[in-house]
C-alpha cells in the first residue's frame, strides 16, 4: 500500500527528514485538535485523523529512506526526536483539552519512559527494546478509535469521559511497559 506513495515522494524528491517533519506538523496539529476539544467535542474526529496521518507519515519516512538509500543514524535519530515531540504535543493536547493536566503529567511520561527505555537498552549494547504492553504504534491505533468515538459518544465510567480514561490507561500501562523494558535489559545486562 506504501509503495505508490513511496514513488512519488522519490520522484517529487521529498525526502525522508521532510517527511518526519511533517509527521511532527500534523501531530501538533492534532494536539490543538484535541484542545480544541474540550469546547466542541467534533474536534476529536479532527484529532483521530490527523493521528491517523501522524502513525501513516512515520510509516512512510523508513520506506522512502530505504528506498532512496539514504537511510542514516542522523535520519533515526531526527524521527525519534520528532516522534517523541509528537507524542508529547498530542497527550498535552488530550489533557489541556479536558483540563486533567495532573493525568496528563502521568500520561506523558509513562509514554517518554517507554520509548527512552526502548532505546537506552541500545546504548548500553543490547537491541532496542520495542516490546512491552504498549509501544507507540498501539498508542496511535488507541487514541485515534478513541477519540474517534469521543467526537460521537459522551460516556463517563468513574467521573472521567473516555479521553481521562485513556490518559489514565497510558499512565498506568505505560509506566509499566517502561518497567518490562527496564526489567528485561536488567536482566540481560546482569
Do not use: C
Not at 501522524?54 to 512512510?60: K, S, Y
Not at 520509548?115 to 504498549?134: F, I, N
Not at 474517534?148 to 459518544?153: E, G, K, S
Amino acid at each position: 500500500m506504501l509503495d505508490p506513495f513511496v514513488s512519488l515522494s522519490t520522484k517529487l524528491g521529498v525526502t525522508p527528514d521532510a517527511i518526519s517533519t511533517l509527521a511532527f506538523v500534523v501531530a501538533a496539529a492534532a494536539g490543538g485538535a484535541y484542545y480544541l476539544a474540550g469546547d466542541a467535542a467534533l474536534w476529536y474526529f479532527g484529532g483521530a485523523v490527523l493521528v491517523a496521518l501522524n502513525g501513516w507519515l512515520d510509516i512512510l519516512d523508513g520506506a522512502v529512506a530505504r528506498e532512496m538509500g539514504t537511510d542514516s543514524k542522523a535520519g533515526d535519530l531526527l524521527d525519534h526526536v520528532l516522534d517523541r515531540y509528537a507524542d508529547i504535543v498530542i497527550v498535552a493536547g488530550l489533557a489541556a483539552g479536558i483540563d486533567r493536566y495532573g493525568i496528563g503529567l502521568a500520561a506523558v511520561t509513562g509514554v517518554l519512559m517507554t520509548s527512552y527505555l526502548g532505546t537506552q537498552s541500545q546504548a548500553v549494547g543490547l537491541d532496542r527494546v520495542y516490546g512491552g504492553m504498549l509501544g507507540r504504534a498501539d498508542r496511535l491505533a488507541l487514541i485515534g478509535i478513541v477519540t474517534a468515538i469521543a467526537a460521537f459518544v459522551d460516556v463517563t465510567l468513574a467521573g472521567f469521559g473516555l479521553v481521562g480514561v485513556l490518559l489514565i490507561v497510558f499512565a498506568v500501562v505505560g509506566h509499566v511497559t517502561a518497567l518490562q523494558r527496564f526489567w528485561g535489559a536488567w536482566r540481560a545486562l546482569s
